[in-house]
């Protein structure tokens, strides 16, 4: 799972220089006929212009990666903020309850879609609206994690010694929560992952999407009886892209028991 995982990051991150290694066609030169079938040189056949899908595969899909991953990490940790501070302060809870409610009745793909009409797919806004649209749901599971912690006897006794809340915090309460917040960022990474595909999905077929494995399912999907690999490739690369992080933070969270 793990080396699965790792080669599709290198895919993506580094596929430029995997295909230069591998002697892949320049992919943005026609090698055939628009979906060609898989043949000897060109395994996974041609997309809709005719181009090396292995070498289309290889480009530009950090934007699935990179962004995604600073965008959950970020959703975590203002989560986490949120969720501390409403789980420590009761008299506030009902403002934070409030906060996070509101941002919840927003419908997450109208925002989405505004998002694309406004920027072209560009993946940067929708990893930061995805920090927007994701917070709510982290701060009520880190606050919902941390109650019991924050009551818990060894918090107590940190109090009674006149320690710091920041020294109870990082000390105490932080790793007590190690489980729930790598949780919570795998899932969000998931979801963040998701979220940029599918504006990468639709701005790739409006023809403004970039060149990741999502807007590549959209081109190809007009072809799909002549080279169905013109979309079962990309998909399955986004499938293996994400499952395994949220298969291997179950594991490191106590997934099985």
Not at 13 to 35: C, K
Not at 73 to 81: K, N, P
Request: hydrophobic share 55%.
């Amino acid at each position: 799972m793990v080396l699965i995982w790792c080669a599709v990051l290198a895919c993506a991150i580094a596929g430029r220089l995997i295909a230069g290694w591998l002697g892949a066609p320049d992919p943005s030169e026609p090698v055939g006929r628009p979906f060609d079938e898989p043949e000897p040189g060109h395994p996974l056949g041609t997309d809709r212009l005719g181009r090396d899908l292995l070498a289309r595969m290889l480009m530009g899909n950090a934007a699935l990666v990179i962004p995604p991953a600073i965008a959950a990490l970020a959703s975590t940790a203002a989560g986490l903020a949120v969720g501390l501070a409403s789980a420590a302060l009761p008299r506030w809870r009902p403002v934070f309850r409030w906060f996070t409610e509101t941002l919840l009745v927003i419908p997450a793909m109208v925002i989405l879609l505004a998002v694309i009409a406004a920027t072209g797919g560009n993946i940067a806004a929708v990893a930061a609206m995805a920090v927007l649209v994701s917070l709510p749901m982290s701060a009520k599971y880190l606050d919902a994690a941390a109650r019991p912690v924050l009551s818990s006897g060894f918090v107590e006794i940190s109090h009674a010694t006149g320690a710091s809340w920041t020294s109870i915090i990082v000390r105490d309460v932080l790793p007590a929560m190690r489980r729930p917040i790598l949780a919570d960022a795998g899932i969000r990474y998931v979801a963040v992952v998701f979220m940029t595909a599918t504006a990468s999905f639709l701005g790739g077929a409006s023809g403004s999407g970039g060149e990741t494995w999502a807007a590549m399912v959209g081109a190809g999907i007009s072809g799909i009886d002549l080279n169905p690999w013109s979309v079962v490739a990309p998909v399955a690369a986004i499938i293996a892209l994400t499952a395994p992080p949220a298969l291997l933070t179950d594991l490191a969270t106590g997934g099985r028991r």
